[in-house]
């Protein structure tokens, strides 16, 4: 039998459920030499997030296949060395959902009934029924910034209060939502029609302050907030300006841009209920989470697939010398679709032409996902649970092979349909090195080597080129490379600038401005 070393507290029936399979050493509160000294000896290994799982400690472990993570970071897990070692990591992202779904609730309920300053009150030996006069949910509306799991699993339990629910989620299909009750809406008509407002996104460059002043402006007078996800999806100043306004009639806050929170005024706030991040602290989901990270163990340890795998599965090496290399390039074109195309997402096309075409496609498919997924998603995405992702939120995937492909060996391809239309990237991969070889109709080569890639969209004319350039040498942004694909000479053109730098906003409004530009997208790949 396997040998499995847990050495941080979890659930009991985590524990009880490795024993049926695995022989198991409840060992918590080690100090780093400690487990240096015994971690050779087991095949798996399950942490919380006290347990620093180092470089250091996956060389030693010269036995192990697998760490779990009781609970969805993996902060404390080095992934690179992990992945290096041929060592699984899994962690267990759905165990809290319900909780944090129903702190959700309680945190809508105490601030539609002034619960908390009520009950301070009464406390302190006051009896002021007519100074806490609540409101009642029903037959207000709730709208729901982000519909994952946590967010999906409000919309269930809000209905049963009869509220009208509006969504805002641009990643997720129309008929998804409206199965589940839910109005899609963009985010400025969803701040302006809600009495409450939850948020449960993922905090990306995107999210970051996705609630700020001119977001508050939006409001109804009175309407209230909820934020169960992410301190920094919120602007802690612009909230502290909406209540002293009336703007905002009362916010309730889990978590903090800080934690513990620096923000005194806005903890101390009067109109202000926050809890200290609980809303994964019931029994049932740490129970819950240690069960569902021990499952995933107890699979890779029997040779099974794990559904949430959160570094890059191994290919067959049979496989390998033929995919490996488009794996990479798959994977950027699915990220750059996500940039690139605007609405709702209903589907996706995608296309293997060449040698590729003849193998089993399976990883480069579930490549283009966790690109296309990543930004947009709370958590690891990786080759394993993109496609359970892509499937929870309604869309639709095809697949398409040819094993001919005229102008490259091997190419990849995906075309994602939204509300908005159709866009179309293909790459391929030359010399080792992932290249964008075509956008829609236009044929050009780009080596997505620059934290930051400018798309723009442009009537094909003297001059274009150096006004794109001139707006972004005068705001001190660094071009790397500039490639231009177009139809026709002086027809419409797609010009694709690498950029060392950020583009604020109004340097992207500038350029959409100047009178030759369709359309400019500014695409943030991070460290490629």
């Given at each position: ?35 240096l ?11 919380r997030s ?6 250091e400690?996956?060389?030693?472990a ?21 992945t290096?070692?041929?060592?699984a990591?899994?962690?267990a ?12 609730m ?6 539609s ?15 002021k ?5 609540g ?8 709208g ?8 999906s ?16 989620d ?15 809406v ?9 009495d ?7 905090l ?20 209230r907030?909820?934020?169960v ?29 800080q934690?513990?929170?620096q923000?005194?005024?806005l ?7 926050v ?15 240690a ?22 599965p191994?290919?067959?090496p ?42 089993d ?12 997924m ?16 892509a ?9 398409q ?16 349909e939204?509300t ?14 992932p290249?964008?070889?075509?956008i ?12 930051y890639?400018?798309?723009?969209d ?10 794109v ?15 231009v694909?177009?139809l026709?000479?002086r027809?419409?053109?797609m ?6 730098d ?9 350029i ?16 490629l």
């Amino acid at each position: 039998m396997p040998r499995i070393l847990v050495a941080d507290p979890i659930g009991a029936e985590g524990v009880e459920l490795l024993k049926t399979r695995a022989e198991v050493d409840v060992k918590t509160g080690m100090e780093p030499p400690e487990l240096l000294a015994v971690i050779a000896e087991y095949d798996g290994l399950v942490v919380r997030s006290e347990t620093k799982v180092t470089k250091e400690v996956i060389e030693t472990a010269k036995l192990l296949k697998v760490v779990g993570r009781a609970g969805i970071g993996v902060d404390n897990i080095d992934l690179d060395a992990a992945t290096s070692a041929g060592i699984a990591v899994v962690n267990a992202p759905t165990g809290n959902t319900v909780a944090a779904a129903e702190h959700t609730m309680a945190l809508m309920l105490a601030l539609s009934r002034n619960v908390p300053s009520a009950h301070q009150s009464l406390k302190s030996g006051e009896w002021k029924r007519s100074a806490f006069m609540g409101i009642e949910v029903r037959n207000k509306t709730l709208g729901i910034c982000g519909l994952g799991r946590v967010g999906s699993e409000v919309a269930r339990r809000s209905q049963s209060f009869e509220m009208r629910l509006v969504g805002y989620d641009p990643f997720i299909s129309p008929d998804y939502a409206s199965r589940m009750g839910i109005e899609l809406v963009s985010l400025e008509e969803l701040l302006v029609q809600a009495d409450f407002i939850t948020l449960h996104t993922p905090l990306t460059d995107g999210t970051r302050h996705m609630i700020s002043g001119d977001q508050v402006a939006l409001l109804k007078p009175g309407a209230r907030l909820i934020n169960v996800a992410r301190g920094e999806l919120v602007d802690e100043q612009a909230i502290i300006d909406g209540l002293e306004s009336g703007q905002l009639g009362g916010v309730a806050l889990d978590v903090f841009a800080q934690e513990p929170p620096q923000n005194t005024e806005l903890v101390g706030h009067p109109k202000v209920v926050v809890t200290p991040h609980l809303g994964a602290s019931t029994e049932e989901a740490q129970r819950e989470v240690a069960i569902e990270a021990s499952e995933q163990v107890l699979a890779v340890l029997n040779g099974e697939p794990a559904r949430n795998t959160v570094n890059a599965p191994f290919v067959a090496p049979e496989v390998h010398a033929v995919l490996a290399s488009y794996v990479p390039v798959a994977t950027i074109v699915g990220k750059l679709l996500t940039h690139l195309a605007d609405g709702q997402f209903l589907g996706i096309t995608i296309s293997y032409e060449g040698e590729i075409a003849e193998h089993d496609t399976r990883s480069l498919q579930a490549a283009v996902l966790a690109g296309l997924m990543e930004p947009i998603t709370t958590g690891q995405v990786n080759l394993i649970n993109a496609l359970v992702l892509a499937r929870e939120r309604g869309l639709n995937i095809t697949e398409q092979h040819n094993t001919s492909a005229p102008e490259y060996s091997s190419i990849v391809s995906a075309t994602i349909e939204t509300t908005e239309g159709k866009i179309t990237l293909a790459g391929t991969s030359l010399r080792n090195e992932p290249h964008i070889v075509k956008i829609d109709d236009y044929w050009l080569d780009i080596v997505p080597t620059t934290p930051y890639m400018l798309f723009v969209d442009n009537q094909d004319q003297p001059g274009s080129i150096g006004a794109v350039g001139m707006i972004a040498g005068a705001h001190n942004i660094n071009i790397s490379f500039m490639e231009v694909g177009r139809l026709a000479l002086r027809g419409r053109a797609m010009m694709v600038i690498g950029l060392d730098d950020p583009v604020p906003a109004e340097v992207l409004e500038e350029i959409q401005n100047l009178g030759h530009i369709f359309n400019v997208r500014l695409a943030h790949l991070g460290s490629l």
